[in-house]
């Protein structure tokens, strides 16, 4: 078998709030490794930290202790402690965010938005809106919206938007926060194809889902958190 | 007794790095006074290509000085100052005046605050990035037109009103006026200094759009100054935030909106969200 | 008992040249430092002279620091002999130095002039003394003198050629007139003072030697034989002198030269040579005199 896309090893997160003196617990010891084409859901009540775990992984969190190996094409890499640069670099080439919430930004288009990060990868304009426009037409975003600014659109679109933008390039890594939040049942079943799509190329992915249902034949681990404490791995 | 105790910051410079990142910009050990007062302690700052950084803090934080002097504008009493361009192998702050100014103008693009201090406000705002061409040795009128013409609409100025005096011109034009000075001649490092600070917030945020765009479209090394965590946090990749002369934090700007580590940048997100 | 005169050397009415010797020694150190940095601004003690700041002092202390006896000296005021300040320079120069005075360019040695570089092409052994108003040329665009030293010091003359940018957009055109701001040797833009377009191609790689002198603003500068005076031009909108070469001088019929215009009752003008001794001795040689007259710069108003 291939080497592990990520292998964290007692991973710890808490939040020093210095204003009030206060530390606040939110997991330690978290350990997993995910190969290529493997789907980790992240179970636990709410307010558990599964999406601060996420994040975490992500590095808008600092790690407070452990490793967060990373299989970059470079060699292995700790993003718990690599440098802010090469966790950007990472970022735009191989790790993946999705959450419910788009940045949009004033005066640019919706097939722009979603065409930048193939912009960035390097693709000549054309090609990259022609793909921007394969994947707003996939997520079920109206032809005549294309052109249009998302900083006004519903929640809804907004969300399509952004779901075309994080999946159109396939990454090594996607983190999912509840991507089918506010999702219609098209879209929703768009997402799940183009998940499945990507997991069949390799792509491995760690997600918090409301309805687990959904992906149920996605998924080939699961991790439960509980308060204080990380459960263990099922597999 | 403390339950927690304060992060001490200070950059690993020799932290493992993917290989192919590169810095544009590096400098290290700036101490500055201006009298009595430290104006920067042992600052290091790098940037790397393409990247926005964003350096918050307070005024009186020393974040405009260490622009100045990225802008060659002024020395430190102490520090080394490389940038990645040819022909610029030593400490930049080592450099004679001449060199220094030449240096500035072919390769380090500014905008100020107050477009008093970047632009000649009773000439022509073509006039305006005209210069900054004939310093670079372009003696050909028409090319000083069609080139003047193209960084003004890079900036989103209206080229209808080109030769207008800025002047005559609303402060988000001015700015635009002073950017497509600032990136005529394609620098490899631009320097924002509180570029929308003053201006309507609807004109700030079409002023930040193209910056947005010139970032996206050019790839352009920008690094930005504000007092204002809203301006650096649609901007910057990266965020530096100082206090009285020191680096107190670094990092990814959603690390430091999000999750920030120091007591000053704590209350400092705090007071903004 | 010994007379007073007996004790003292014999007095003199004044210094030869008029100026004391040590304000000429000044003056010589100066004009060579000058003519070593050509088109660089040299400051020097502007002394008094018995005549007015900015009626020609600077140049009238260059001139008589030049003099001696074997001089001959013409003066020309905007190409004009006769004008009073001409004509009373000229007599003063010859009074304080007993040089000879010409009103014929092709005798002179040294010529002092305002506004006007003669047109008949001058000699090695012929030096022309200029009198400028002001002799920075940086100061439309910045007045701090220590600021303008140091743009000069750094051949940073952007601001100059924007202006020249700033009149082509107005205006279609290049407007400057007179002064207009030159590249002396590739490396100091100077001011050739207020000599028309017309004069200053006159000016590069010229035969003789040209001094440039301030006496309100205390400095002098030089174009030394055979160095190079570009004026300050885009490459694609050609430099141009002013549009005299198709017009006729009503007096000697001359044509292609720089000439004064002169309204006419009517409303309407003719034209004059403006450089006037040139005319003289052309009517002269019309009338049938032994003159002779000096190749000129420009033949049929194209500078040749």
Known sequence: MSDPVLEVENLAKHFDIHHLQQRVFAFSGVGFRLFPGQFLLLRGSNGVGKSTLLRTLYRSYVPKGGHIWFDAAEGRIDLATAADVDVAALRRRDIGFVTQFLIARPRVAAEELVAEPLRLAGWPKAQALDEAHRWLDEFGVKRELWRAYPTTFSGGEQQKINLARALVLPQRLLLLDEPTASLDAGARRALIRRLGALKLQGVAMIGVFHHKEDIAELIDMELTLTVKEMADVAE | ?273 | MKKLSQLTLPSQLMSYGFLDPSAKRELRRKLLKAIAIPGCQIPYASREVPMARGWGTGGLQVTLTLLNSSSVVKVIDQGADDGVNAASIRRFLAKVSGARETTDTCKATIIQSRHRVPEEIMREDQILVLQVPEPEPLRPVEHHISAARQMHADANYARLWLILYEQMVRTGRIMQATEYPSLVNGRYVMSPSPIPRWDVPKLHMARHLTLLSAGREKRLYAVPPFTRVEPLAFSDVPYRVEDHAHLTCSRSGLKGFFMNEIPKDDGGSHFELSDSGFCEKTLRRAAGEDVSIGATWYRNGVMS
């Open chain 2, 1 to 273: 007794m403390s339950l927690i105790e304060a992060p001490s910051f200070k950059r690993d410079l020799d932290a493992p790095k993917l290989n192919r990142t590169q810095p544009i910009l590096t400098m290290h050990g700036i101490s500055h006074r201006f009298g009595d007062v430290r104006a920067l302690q042992d600052v290091d700052v790098t940037v790397y290509a393409g990247e926005v950084l964003g350096i918050v803090g307070e005024s009186g934080s020393g974040k405009s000085t260490l622009l100045r002097m990225m802008n060659l504008e002024e020395k430190p009493d102490q520090g080394d100052y490389r940038l990645a361009i040819p022909g610029a192998t030593a400490n930049l702050f080592a450099l004679d005046r001449f060199a220094r100014r030449m240096l500035r103008a072919r390769h380090i693009g500014i905008v100020y605050q107050n477009p008093h201090l970047g632009l000649l406000m009773r000439n022509s705002s073509s006039g305006n990035v005209a210069e900054r061409l004939l310093i670079s040795g372009e003696r050909r009128f028409s090319a000083l037109r069609s080139r003047g013409r193209q960084a003004l609409d890079a900036s989103e100025f209206p080229t209808e009103r080109m030769d207008a005096p800025p002047i005559e011109l609303s402060g988000g034009m001015q700015q635009r006026v002073q950017l497509a000075k600032a990136i005529a001649l394609e620098p490899a490092l631009l320097l924002l200094d509180e570029p929308t600070t003053g201006l309507d917030v609807s004109v700030q945020a079409l002023v930040l759009d193209t910056l947005k765009r010139l970032q996206r479209e050019r790839a352009i090394t920008m690094v930005l100054v504000s007092h204002d965590l809203g301006v650096i946090r649609t901007m910057a990749d990266r965020v530096m935030v100082m206090r009285k002369g020191r680096v107190v934090e670094e990092g990814l700007a959603d690390q430091i909106f999000q999750d920030p580590q120091h007591p000053y940048t704590q209350s400092l997100v705090h007071a903004k969200l």
